[in-house]
């Protein structure tokens, strides 16, 4: 691809601009609370109170088999929150680290290679085969273009990209590339759309920011049928 059909870019005033408005190019830092700290989150919840003070009432009685049942329930149900709330943080991790590859932009009609957190809205990215894109853009050229956009879409099969012209349905992704996908073939040109927590990675981060883990009622039934049998 020659220079002279590059397009001239942001310039390095358009660049300082759109980031001071919109920020840098990164999903938000996951705040991880720490073993201790989600410890007390899980104890504080009001059913493994009542299962441990089941249990404890159960030991009081002398009646040491039903204690230790419930007191094994309430251990157990912990341990797997605590995994859960692990696996989670991890993963923000990894979507962190994903969304902010090295890119090579044009900025003043002239190809330069940056960090992917310095990537703003309206930049021109240069793609090639075994790029990660660092952003969601909509693609201005292409020449054999495809991405495997497993990371969003869960299909194994590398999806053909095409730039877009008069004829084509602007609402079609086949136009576009995300953030964390990886190029598996072609070259092309592509214009910033979202960065960070506004690309289609950014949201699948910001869901997993918000997952609540819900108070099951299996220890409502399981103390039932202790008590009751």
Same mark, same amino acid.
């Given at each position: 691809?020659?220079?002279?059909?590059? &397009?001239?870019?942001?310039?390095?005033? /358009?660049?300082?601009?759109?980031?001071?408005?919109e920020?840098s190019n #990164?999903?938000?830092?996951?705040?991880g609370?720490?073993?201790?700290?989600?410890?007390? /989150?899980?104890?504080? /919840? &009001?059913?493994?109170?009542?299962?441990?003070?089941?249990?404890?009432?159960?030991?009081?009685l002398?009646?040491m088999?039903?204690?230790?049942?419930?007191?094994?329930?309430?251990?157990?149900?912990?341990?797997?929150?605590?995994v859960?709330?692990?696996? !989670?943080?991890?993963?923000?991790?990894?979507?962190?680290?994903?969304a902010?590859?090295?890119?090579?932009?044009?900025?003043d009609?002239k190809?330069?290679?940056?960090?992917?957190? #310095?990537?703003?809205?309206?930049?021109v990215?240069?793609?090639?085969?075994?790029?990660?894109? &660092?952003?969601?853009?909509?693609?201005?050229?292409?020449?054999?273009?495809?991405a495997?956009?497993?990371?969003?879409t869960?299909?194994?099969?590398?999806?053909?990209?095409?730039?877009?012209?008069? #004829? !084509?349905?602007?609402?079609?992704?086949?136009?576009?590339?995300?953030?964390?996908?990886?190029?598996?073939?072609?070259?092309?040109?592509?214009?910033v759309?979202?960065?960070?927590?506004a690309? /289609?990675?950014?949201?699948?981060?910001?869901?997993?920011?918000?997952?609540?883990?819900?108070?099951? &009622?299996?220890?409502?039934?399981f103390?039932? !049928?202790?008590?009751?049998?």
């Amino acid at each position: 691809m020659d220079n002279n059909e590059f &397009p001239y870019g942001l310039t390095v005033a /358009e660049v300082e601009s759109r980031r001071l408005a919109e920020g840098s190019n #990164e999903l938000a830092a996951a705040q991880g609370y720490g073993l201790r700290r989600t410890v007390l /989150e899980v104890v504080r /919840e &009001p059913m493994f109170l009542l299962l441990l003070g089941a249990g404890g009432i159960y030991a009081l009685l002398g009646d040491m088999h039903e204690a230790l049942i419930l007191l094994g329930f309430v251990f157990v149900i912990m341990a797997v929150t605590i995994v859960q709330e692990r696996r !989670t943080e991890r993963a923000l991790a990894a979507l962190r680290d994903l969304a902010s590859p090295r890119a090579l932009v044009i900025r003043d009609g002239k190809a330069v290679r940056i960090a992917g957190r #310095e990537v703003v809205r309206d930049d021109v990215l240069v793609l090639s085969e075994g790029d990660r894109v &660092p952003a969601d853009a909509l693609l201005l050229s292409s020449h054999d273009l495809a991405a495997d956009e497993s990371l969003l879409t869960g299909e194994s099969v590398a999806v053909a990209k095409h730039a877009l012209s008069l #004829e !084509t349905d602007k609402s079609d992704t086949a136009n576009r590339v995300f953030a964390g996908t990886l190029l598996t073939g072609g070259q092309g040109l592509a214009r910033v759309t979202a960065i960070g927590v506004a690309t /289609e990675l950014g949201k699948i981060g910001k869901s997993l920011e918000t997952i609540v883990t819900e108070s099951s &009622p299996r220890g409502y039934k399981f103390v039932h !049928t202790i008590r009751s049998g």
